[in-house]
């Protein structure tokens, strides 16, 4: 069965570093996700993607993220200037463009800033 | 804010049915009720939606009222592996999840 993959599972980084996290959707979709877990707390939205452009995005999503579809398989969130609150599990999600709409997500990168 | 309001923890024995309610009182006409798990700290796992029929799939039932203000989501014959957090979530289809706090079902021997 398909499935939505990311990598890396872990990432460590240091305050103020770059980093980019990666998926790869299942491959008929069309529609692109990206969900924040800060440990303990509730799943977030972060942004969705169409048709290459942000069709939504949370206030969370702030000019510290962007994301990008740089090929047909990948889609990538980055975080420009990583800070200790960035620190949490980050989803992946993608979904077809017909009913019923559900969203498959995949295994999460966890994402520790020191 | 999520939309819904359901317990903050059920149990359940291995082998006997898990019932979680969700209350969505409301709930517009054409927004469904969609229920996800998330087993400890893995990706949300989609389970089973409806609009007001009730619906059964290979994992679960979904029970709608008839004025669609609540909702039960059953797992027939629960087993270890059951044991996750339960979202109840209502939504047009084509809006980004809302996850509230969930039900964590402690599924027990």
């Known amino acids: 069965e398909p499935e939505v993959t990311q990598t890396p599972s872990h990432q460590v980084t240091q305050m103020g570093q770059e980093v980019i996290l990666r998926c790869v959707p299942i491959s008929n979709h069309l529609y692109f996700y990206w969900y924040r877990q800060i440990l303990g707390q509730k799943v977030e939205f972060l942004v969705s993607f169409y048709n290459n452009e942000i069709s939504e995005k949370s206030e969370i999503f702030d000019d510290q993220f962007s994301v990008e579809r740089p090929d047909g398989s990948n889609f990538t969130l980055k975080i420009r200037s990583t800070k200790l609150e960035d620190s949490a599990m980050y989803f992946c999600?993608?979904?077809?463009?017909?009913?019923?709409?559900?969203?498959?997500f995949g295994p999460g990168t966890r994402l520790t800033v020191t | 804010d999520a939309k819904t309001t359901q317990p903050p923890s059920m149990d359940c024995a291995e082998g006997r049915a898990a019932n979680l309610p969700c209350n969505h009182s409301t709930i517009s006409g054409n927004e469904y009720v969609y229920w996800y798990r998330q087993i400890h700290s893995q990706g949300p796992q989609y389970i089973i939606h409806g609009l007001k029929n009730n619906e059964t799939n290979e994992m679960a039932s979904l029970i709608i009222t008839e004025d669609r203000k609540s909702s039960t989501l059953i797992l027939p014959h629960a087993t270890l592996r059951d044991t996750a957090v339960y979202y109840c979530i209502v939504r047009d289809g084509y809006s980004t999840l809302t996850f509230g706090k969930g039900t964590m079902l402690l599924v027990s021997p």
């Open positions: 999600a993608s979904r077809t463009g017909q009913p019923p709409y559900e969203q498959y």
